[in-house]
């Protein structure tokens, strides 16, 4: 039978090419936003964060962009190398609502070298 | 770097019985969490954890779960009664203070698997 929930977005890209992703998040009050990485077997890792009175940050290699009016988040990774694949979260915060943070389903990026 | 740690990596238990995972904050950190991720899906918030006192709870963590901090360095979740669909990846993460300047840290997580 089918197996629910197993079937992540995927991105496959090749190394050295710019990867992107997307998120989609669902709370018009969420006013913080980060990204995490996780690795196979580990806990989600911090890349990256963006408050939404901002519409773009960047970071080494990496950069959020924040589209308020479709409530749609995006991060850029330059340079893409296969230290990079992982399964990629975006997480929504209403600040000073007790840090409780909603993670976004996921993308799987598959980096072939 | 200090980093949070859990204990066990993996738990196996049957149905009906009562688990305790534990965790080990990062030493000066004041805020603790528990999060879930049931296998392929997202990461889920189940608790956080300030003053010794729940701050804030989803509507997974029911009366079957609850946190403590028993010591100066541990926090635990305990499932009173665990069930087939408590099975999942349970993580416990850690902040300084509060705020959108505190990074969540986060440990490497349990797998309880509950036959």
């Known amino acids: 039978g089918e197996s629910v929930g197993l079937h992540l977005p995927t991105l496959s890209v090749q190394e050295g090419d710019n990867s992107i992703i997307n998120c989609a998040y669902s709370n018009s009050a969420s006013d913080y936003f980060i990204w995490y990485k996780q690795e196979s077997g580990k806990g989600p890792q911090f890349i990256i964060d963006?408050?939404?009175?901002?519409d773009k940050r960047q970071g080494q290699r990496v950069t959020v962009l924040l589209n308020k009016t479709v409530k749609h988040l995006s991060l850029q990774i330059a340079a893409t190398q296969p230290g990079d694949s992982a399964v990629y979260f975006c997480?929504?915060?209403?600040?000073?609502?007790?840090?409780?943070?909603?993670f976004g389903a996921g993308t799987r990026l598959t980096v072939k070298p | 770097e200090p980093e949070v740690t859990q204990t066990p990596s993996h738990q196996v238990t049957q149905m009906g019985q009562e688990v305790i995972l534990r965790c080990v904050p990062i030493?000066?950190?004041?805020?603790f969490y528990w999060y879930r991720q049931i296998l392929g899906q997202k990461v889920e918030f189940l608790v956080s954890?300030?003053?010794?006192?729940?701050?804030?709870k989803s509507e997974i963590f029911d009366d079957q779960f609850s946190v403590e901090r028993p010591d100066g360095s541990n926090f635990t979740l305990k499932i009173r009664s665990t069930k087939l669909e408590d099975s999942a990846m349970y993580f416990c993460a850690s902040t300084l203070d509060r705020g959108p300047q505190e990074t969540q840290y986060f440990g490497p997580g349990t797998r309880l698997l509950v036959l």
């Open positions: 954890f300030y003053n010794n006192e729940i701050s804030e």
């Open positions: 997480a929504e915060i209403v600040l000073y609502n007790n840090n409780d943070m909603r």
């Open positions: 030493s000066n950190h004041l805020y």
């Open positions: 963006i408050r939404s009175n901002m």
